[in-house]
């Protein structure tokens, strides 16, 4: 059964897409099987895995996109994902085992737009067809926007376990309180279906520091994180291994580059200005790996 994790933090601009991205990459290319669900309605996951011209092409026609699993008569999920998603400039497969359920802007219509026409919350649907596919996975990663509404609900639901991106400021650290506050709002509200679908209870694994600029002092940001994390684990509200991860992933233009290109940092590793920040994202996958009682795997 696949590893499910949520990254998310109800600040934005944290670097989130980054860290999934690469971190599915990563465990790609270590030979794992790795599905990507993009909840988040900018798309961004989706637009780096498969490039800007790609992911236009895909929108001709709207069942190709998660939105469409919630929409009665619309997909089954396993009929969503685009396979083995990370493609060359001439269109062939970069990377194996690599698989992407995409979204594109309609996303946010399942908020306020689309009828619920099951008996049941779009969570425990999602569930359900999810369960069709995940056995075929080693790891599900979701991409959740920064807020706490359906489409980043039906993730949580799913999750055994949350990665939290920050970055070393007051903003992050305060999007990581109120993140744990709607946790223990959500298990609350669905203790019935958890019960009934058997589904795990999700636990914050840990928090990962992004975007440190090469010569910054960040301890002052770190310390009140340490502090509050540490409150959180004496009030029970997380558990006792998680933890603030050590591996920093280093401030980048070469991001931006990636992203343009359609590729992970851990295929761009060989260029030496890419070399750096890709191993602060395979040091971070190893980190992943121990905490969640996988193999560890010494090198990409």
């Known amino acids: 059964m696949a590893n499910k994790i949520s990254f998310l933090n109800l600040k934005g601009g944290v670097g989130k897409t980054s860290l999934l991205v690469n971190v599915a990459s990563c465990l790609a290319y270590m030979g794992k099987r790795v599905l990507v669900v993009d909840f988040d309605a900018q798309s961004n996951s989706s637009i780096w895995l498969m490039r800007l011209d790609r992911w236009n092409a895909l929108n001709s026609d709207p069942e190709n996109f998660v939105l469409s699993v919630f929409k009665e ?29 995409p979204a594109n802007f309609r996303l946010m219509d399942l908020e306020h737009e689309v009828p619920n026409p099951w008996e049941k919350p779009f ?82 694994l840990g928090i990962s520091i992004g975007a440190v600029k ?13 502090a509050q994390l540490e409150r959180f684990i004496a009030q029970g509200k997380v558990p006792k291994k998680a933890c603030i991860f050590p591996e920093q992933i280093r401030h980048s233009v070469t991001v ?31 980190r992943i790996l121990s905490l969640i009682g996988s193999e560890v795997i010494s090198a990409v």
């Not at 062939?92 to 698989?99: F, N, P, R, T």
């Not at 949350?162 to 992050?172: E, F, G, K």
């Not at 992203?259 to 890709?278: F, H, I, N, T, Y």
């Open 73 to 101: 008569g619309g997909s089954e999920l396993r009929n969503c994902i685009q396979k083995d998603i990370v493609r060359d400039a001439e269109g062939e497969i970069a990377l194996k085992g690599l698989d992407l359920v």
């Open 123 to 204: 969570y425990a649907h999602f569930f359900e067809e999810l369960k069709e596919v995940e056995n075929d996975y080693d790891y599900i990663f979701f991409d959740c926007p920064p807020s706490f509404f359906r489409a980043p609900q039906c993730a949580i639901f799913c999750s055994d376990h949350l990665i939290v991106p920050a970055n070393p400021d007051a903003l992050s650290i305060i999007g990581f309180h109120l993140l744990i506050d709607k946790l223990e709002g959500f298990r609350k509200q669905t203790e019935r279906w958890r019960t009934e679908l058997s589904a795990p209870d999700p636990q914050i």
């Open 214 to 226: 090469a010569g910054s002092n960040i301890d002052v940001p770190l310390e009140r994180f340490k």
């Open 256 to 286: 931006g580059r990636a992203v343009m290109q359609g590729m992970p940092l851990v295929l761009m590793s060989k260029r030496e200005a890419s070399m750096p920040v890709a191993e602060d994202y395979i040091k971070t996958t190893q």
